[in-house]
């Protein structure tokens, strides 16, 4: 816990850029693959799986109910599966600062006839899950809110699901995930509609685990298996590097004149990657060269070209292939030349914080001209910044890494606080920061 109070003194760069060759895993498909694997039958191998707090909650999780879970010695996450079978677990689940681990395995275990508490940090109790709760009691399932708000921890009784037509009432990878996890052990079909595209990792390792997911625009259909669920084969996995958690050094490099940024083996799913066109916009030259590896997830290298970034605006259907960016946009658009709206992003302010609340309030600190709006932020730069005290992360992982991208860019060092929250999606940030230019105390 005493990562909980740590704070970072991050130092103008005088420089930034060059390559990061092992970007971390993706969080989201690290996430899905424990998941997945441990239902599997036999031992499934992981490379590059993400050791980040988030990713290890869900694999305590998983070892509840019943998968046996250790690292090989060249360093890999080994998976030994339960063949479809779930224990009924001992004792509540834990599962911190990690809003996937919890609305993906609610769906999981809504399956399985097991009653099963699941509860986290004061950030995830605070985060609304009624999203998941109805369309898990449309199928059958019995979920109760115990916390305060119809908040978590949550009661799960399952069993004894059916499948049903549901259409998403926001646009939630999430809860999109939580509904087909939860088909996999119904009996009948499940349809999803999506009001727009989210990410669809999901979809992709079922596909490739030879569940047949069919996508048809915003639908997605799955067959239920019936109580016994899927048989799925245990086999090897290699996670691609984290999209999200190299945009930190996107952003940093893109607006910074004459910097060059290489990237290997990052994730290059387009549901994930709207930034690249954002960042195109802005005027910063990005290429793109994909990896030749038959695999469920597109993968390859990014090379990033900084300029003097230009004002644009961000909404719409863009939003949920960036959503997680956002945080890093919004100093994009604080480094740039004109006006940056973000808007259609409501969600924002359901997120580890409330995003908008908290980076408008940190940009504020460091003379950034920004206008708070209900679904988003406008954003006057470039701007003049000014050091006063230290920003805060709000316990939120990407606001702290966020707020360290402008610092690179202040004229003075900035003091963030409160930044063990980083260890829940990038445990390397601050020596990758240190790699790729920039100085941290
Ligand atoms: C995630 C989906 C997104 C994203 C989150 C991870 C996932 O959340 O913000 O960090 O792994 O499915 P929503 O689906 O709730 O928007």
């Known amino acids: 816990m005493s990562q909980v109070t740590q704070s970072v003194i991050v130092h103008p760069a005088q420089s930034f850029g060059g390559q990061l060759q092992q970007p971390p895993g993706d969080k989201s498909i690290s996430h899905r693959i424990a998941m997945l694997a441990a239902l599997a039958d036999g031992e499934s191998v992981v490379k590059n799986f993400l050791p980040s707090e988030d990713c290890v909650n869900t694999l305590r999780a998983m070892e509840a109910l019943g998968a046996r879970i250790h690292s090989n010695d060249a360093g890999d996450l080994v998976i030994n599966g339960t063949a479809g079978k779930a224990l009924e677990p001992a004792n509540p689940l834990d ?36 999203r998941i709760q109805a369309p898990l009691e449309q199928m059958g399932a019995k979920i109760e809110l115990l916390g305060a708000n119809n908040c978590a921890p949550l009661r799960i009784t399952g069993g004894g699901l059916k499948g049903i037509t549901y259409a998403l009432p926001m646009a939630s990878a999430q809860v999109k995930s939580c509904v087909l996890l939860a088909t996999l052990y119904a009996e009948g079909t499940t349809v999803v509609i999506e009001p727009r595209p989210t990410r669809d990792h999901t979809e992709r390792l079922l596909q490739s685990l030879g569940v047949p997911v069919t996508v048809d625009g915003l639908r997605i259909t799955l067959q239920g298996f019936g109580a016994k669920g899927p048989t799925l084969l245990a086999r090897e996995w290699t996670v691609p590097g984290d999209f999200s958690s190299v945009a930190f050094w996107m952003v940093a490099a893109a607006a910074r004149p004459g910097a060059r940024l290489t990237l290997d083996h990052v994730g290059l799913n387009p549901r994930r990657t709207a930034l690249l066109d954002v960042l195109r916009r802005m005027g910063a030259k990005v290429t793109l060269t994909p990896e030749q590896r038959p695999d469920a997830e597109p993968v390859g290298t990014i090379v990033i070209e900084g300029v003097g970034l230009r004002a644009t605006e961000i909404g719409g259907d863009e939003i949920p292939n960036l959503i997680d960016e956002l945080p890093v946009i919004a100093i994009a658009g604080a480094l740039a030349e004109g006006e940056t709206i973000i808007r259609d992003a409501a ?7 409330d995003r908008i609340a908290a980076m408008a309030a940190n940009m504020r600190l460091l003379g950034v ?31 702290a890494m ?9 004229p003075e060092p900035v003091c963030i606080n409160n930044v063990g929250c980083v260890q829940t999606s990038y445990p390397n940030f601050w020596t990758d920061l240190k790699t790729l230019g920039g100085h941290v105390e």
């Open 95 to 130: 599962l911190g600062n990690s809003g996937t681990s919890m609305r993906l395995l609610a769906g999981l275990m809504a399956g399985f006839p097991i009653k099963v508490e699941m509860t986290g940090d004061e950030s995830l109790r605070s985060r609304p899950m009624i």
């Open 347 to 353: 969600e924002l302010r359901v997120k580890e914080s």
């Open 369 to 399: 001209d920004v206008e708070e709006r209900a679904d988003g932020m406008c954003i006057r730069g470039p701007a003049t910044l000014k050091v006063g005290g230290g920003v805060r992360s709000y316990g939120d992982h990407r606001i």
């Open 402 to 410: 966020a707020m360290a991208v402008l610092a690179l860019s202040a």
